[in-house]
T-cell receptor
Framework: DVKVTQSSRYLVKRTGEKVFLECVQDMDHENMFWYRQDPGLGLRLIYFSYDVKMKEKGDIPEGYSVSREKKERFSLILESASTNQTSMYLC??????????????FGPGTRLTVT | DAKTTQPPSMDCAEGRAANLPCNHSTISGNEYVYWYRQIHSQGPQYIIHGLKNNETNEMASLIITEDRKSSTLILPHATLRDTAVYYCILYIQGGKLIFGQGTELSVKP
């Protein structure tokens, strides 16, 4: 089975802190994604990557950056956390490079609270 | 952006078929219809997708109308573990799956 793991299930950070959310997948997938999920807004795509060191902006990239130094790992970085970044963050992966319509496998999510 | 409309909630009796509707009247010819579900406190899970033809897999069936303006996800024998939020999503060229509000399905004994 494909497994996508995220470094924390719950995280509490202070305003202005730099926050790293880590995601690892173990099935050699080419594509990886970061979403955030908020009540009433559904899932919104922040960034995605279809190759090591490659990244593409999603719908709401402002305030975030990403890093993909290894194929299996995709990190989401909040350079200076703000309260409006309090949310559930979901990582996903899919197998074939650039075929973004493929089935996506999601991790369990990280619930981030910024105080 | 193309958009889907789903009822916010539905109930279904355990063991009966659950039929979840989705309207996508502005769908364009090369857009796929995807269904995912999200069980409480878990990440979304892929169910099925289709373009024009009806599709079936071990989890569900997808019926797409001939004009492609609507579709129905069918869970043939719903169980309590099928209680979840079900998302009908259009794959938009350029690679973004846009998740809307979804339908909260409650399967009751």
């Amino acid at each position: 089975d494909v497994k996508v793991t995220q470094s924390s299930r719950y995280l509490v950070k202070r305003t202005g802190e730099k926050v790293f959310l880590e995601c690892v997948q173990d099935m050699d997938h080419e594509n990886m994604f970061w979403y955030r999920q908020d009540p009433g807004l559904g899932l919104r795509l922040i960034y995605f990557s279809y190759d090591v060191k490659m990244k593409e902006k999603g719908d709401i990239p402002e305030g975030y950056s990403v890093s993909r130094e290894k194929k299996e790992r995709f990190s989401l970085i909040l350079e200076s956390a703000s309260t409006n970044q309090t949310s559930m963050y979901l990582c996903a992966s899919s197998p074939n490079r650039g075929r973004l319509e493929d089935e996506q496998y999601f991790g369990p999510g990280t619930r981030l609270t910024v105080t | 952006d193309a958009k889907t409309t789903q009822p916010p909630s539905m109930d279904c009796a355990e063991g009966r078929a659950a039929n979840l509707p989705c309207n996508h009247s502005t769908i364009s010819g090369n857009e796929y219809v995807y269904w995912y579900r999200q069980i409480h406190s878990q990440g979304p899970q892929y169910i099925i997708h289709g373009l024009k033809n009806n599709e079936t897999n071990e989890m569900a069936s997808l019926i797409i109308t001939e004009d492609r303006k609507s579709s129905t996800l069918i869970l043939p024998h719903a169980t309590l573990r099928d209680t979840a939020v079900y998302y009908c999503i259009l794959y938009i060229q350029g690679g973004k799956l846009i998740f809307g509000q979804g339908t909260e399905l409650s399967v009751k004994p």
